[in-house]
């Protein structure tokens, strides 16, 4: 009923930044929490960062200072803008939703888009 398409994922150098992007397309009414979360190869999943239907955000520790997220309610579309990108934030980026759709509420994820920086 709902599907996410990622992008922006890539290799960047230490220093550098990338832009993610979540869309979430379907019958959808409303889309009540969108986040970014990450798992890095032997760890587990991890929250980045979330924010609500009302613009409320929260950030991991490790990413306040140099990562934002933001939404755009009118394209069902989250961000995860990355600045200052350190090689421990190497990992696969993870969209997830949580929406109201007919039949009720419903959590999505997506399929993760890899982010690579180097030395």
């Known amino acids: 009923q709902v599907r996410l398409a990622e992008s922006g994922g890539g290799l960047v150098q230490a220093g550098g930044s990338l832009r993610l992007s979540c869309a979430a397309s379907g019958r959808i009414f409303s889309l009540k929490f969108m986040g970014w979360y990450r798992q890095a190869p032997g760890k587990q999943r991890e929250l980045v960062a979330t924010i609500t239907s009302g613009a409320s955000t929260n950030y991991a520790d490790s990413v306040k200072g140099r990562f934002t997220i933001s939404r755009d309610n009118a394209k069902n579309t989250v961000y995860l803008q990355m600045n200052s990108l350190k090689p421990e934030d190497t990992a696969v980026y993870y969209c997830?939703?949580?929406?109201?759709?007919?039949?009720?509420?419903?959590?999505?994820w997506g399929q993760g888009t890899l982010v690579t920086v180097s030395t």
């Open positions: 997830n939703v949580r929406a109201i759709v007919i039949g009720g509420g419903l959590e999505v």
